[in-house]
Nanobody
Framework: QVQLVESGGGLVQAGGSLRLSCAAS????????MRWYRQAPGKQRELVAV???????NYADFVKGRFTISRDNAKKTVFLQMNNLIPEDTAVYYC??????WGQGTQVTVSS
């Protein structure tokens, strides 16, 4: 049974930074693609960033240059470093291991 547990969310002022973590258990973490998604109130869940088993990354246009995804395979953890946060980044952020495993989400709120 795969479990994903996010942490690191919170309230921050615009221009600030947060670092999200997603700890995985019950899977062969190192061979899996990992993704971060987010969902704002009243909106669909959207893909934020992806990291492959080899460390290649891809980002949604709206976070390029501000967010960085990384992973520590030894700790079975994936990170999302979020800098220069703006109010539009306010959402619940979810960790996802394809095809079907999701974390419970962590709330990020950016005040203007």
């Amino acid at each position: 049974q795969v479990q994903l547990v996010e942490s690191g969310g919170g309230l921050v002022q615009a221009g600030g930074s947060l670092r999200l973590s997603c700890a995985a258990s019950g899977s062969i973490f190192s061979i899996n693609v990992m993704r971060w998604y987010r969902q704002a109130p009243g909106k669909q869940r959207e893909l934020v960033a992806v990291i492959t088993s080899g460390g290649s990354t891809n980002y949604a246009d709206f976070v390029k240059g501000r967010f960085t995804i990384s992973r520590d395979n030894a700790k079975k953890t994936v990170f999302l470093q979020m800098n220069n946060l703006i109010p539009e980044d306010t959402a619940v952020y979810y960790c996802h291991q394809p095809p079907r495993y999701w974390g419970q989400g962590t709330q990020v709120t950016v005040s203007s």
